[in-house]
């Protein structure tokens, strides 16, 4: 099991992989993803901290390795007890929760 600084290291690298693999220079990385060469520079030296979902997206997408990326958040069915007859969902502060709660 990863630590969460473990894990962020671990795909820095594997991104810095990517780009070497798919024979692109950082600046080729740059333009093809519209991510900026900085930000490339501090993943791949493993200095960026603050590194969002969307330009992973846009490494990876550029990269062409986007497979198994809806795979990293496991879809999970909504309890029966959050949806409504009409199949809507039931927020946490609603007052319909409480009736099934207290059933």
Known sequence: MFSDNELFSE????????????????EEFASLSGVSLSTIKRIESGVANDVGIRVIMKLLRAGGSTDGLA????????????????GKRIYSSSKKRHVYESN
């Open 71 to 86: 795979d990293l958040v496991e879809e999970t069915p909504l309890h029966p007890a959050l949806k409504t007859s009409s």
């Open 11 to 26: 795909i820095c690298r594997r991104l810095k992989t990517l780009r070497l693999g798919s024979c692109l220079s950082r």
